[in-house]
């Protein structure tokens, strides 16, 4: 069976984590992909922990398995040439240098497509190649807050608060593989390839969707509010006997639904969705009554047998023990030639006739140096 992207070869220069989560993205599917980093290893990642198991650390594990590893010094002639022999046959380069790193190696969009015009080149930065910014390195917390993610995270008591994963990094991810499968569509019809420009910075942004339009259209500033929702009433978390479940609804009949399982008749009032936004307290108290008096999954069993829409917080016990995800996948183990046995994430990725194979155990450095070289 044909993998969807097999054929490709994509030489991924980049490293932590909004590039190689991309590249994985594109070995899962099929694509050779080949890691190219400094001698000794330089992706930070390997270093970052713990935890480490048998001292490879979990974060590189966790963005790296479907690769091929090579370590080239591109500083001097000799790396410089190698590299440039691979760019000969491959599809499409990535990297998250700084603004200007690769044209000071030689190594520009413009000196690659020369040699090889199909190329498809996807450089990620902090702020992207223009602007007052440009020059910055980009790190996903300092975007989060530069974006205005971190201004819309916590409460109005805790301030403003990160995300607990590094979601600008992964964003970005998603994005390039989005413009580079978008560039390689279009080389289909006009033979040549081009190159993105990608920034942290603005794929923050973008992902603001409506709180962004809000405030455009307004000109109001957005609060933090916590597990609630600006627009809608209940949606939010209440605790229970044993832990935490979160009620999404959305519908004045979801709500209605919601009464008669409470066995509770609310005020007037509460009939309209706005009518429970402008009394929020009043209905988060009267509601937090009834669900602290049973157990999580009571009450999200009860919910969904009638079509109220919820769920449990998990804890990353509950997580992995889920037979939902254990159902679609969602744990893969491999064999790691230093690590040993190791669990990863797997891929969301469920494609019917080629569907994503699990090939390679993330690469130690040069691991594949005698392949390339």
Known sequence: MTAALAGLRILDLSRVLAGPYCSMIFGDLGAEVIKIEAPGGSDETRNWGPPFQNGVSAYYLSTNRNKESLLLDLRTDEGRDQFLKLVETSDVILHNFKTGSMEKLRLSYEQLAAINPRIVYCAITGFGETGPLKDLPGYDFILQGMSGLMQVTGTTESGPQKMGVAIVDIITGLYACIGIQAALLERTASGKGQKLDLSLYDCAVSSLVNIGSSYLMTGIEPTRRGNTHAQIAPYQTFATKDGTVIVAVGTNAQFQALCSLLNWEPPESF???????????????????????????????????????????????????????????????????????????????????????????????????????
């Open 271 to 373: 009939s309209t969705n706005a009518g429970r936004v402008e009394n929020r307290e009043a209905l988060t108290s009267m509601l937090q009554l009834y669900f602290q008096d049973n157990t999580l999954t009571h009450w999200v069993t009860a919910m969904r047998a009638v079509g109220i829409p919820c769920g449990p917080v998990h804890t990353f016990t509950d997580l992995v023990n889920d037979p939902q995800l254990a159902e679609r996948g969602m744990w893969v183990t491999q064999q790691h030639p230093v690590a040993g046995k190791i669990r990863l994430i797997g891929s969301p990725l469920k494609l019917s006739r080629t569907p994503v194979r699990y090939r390679l155990a993330p690469p130690e450095p040069g691991e594949h140096q005698s392949k390339w070289l």
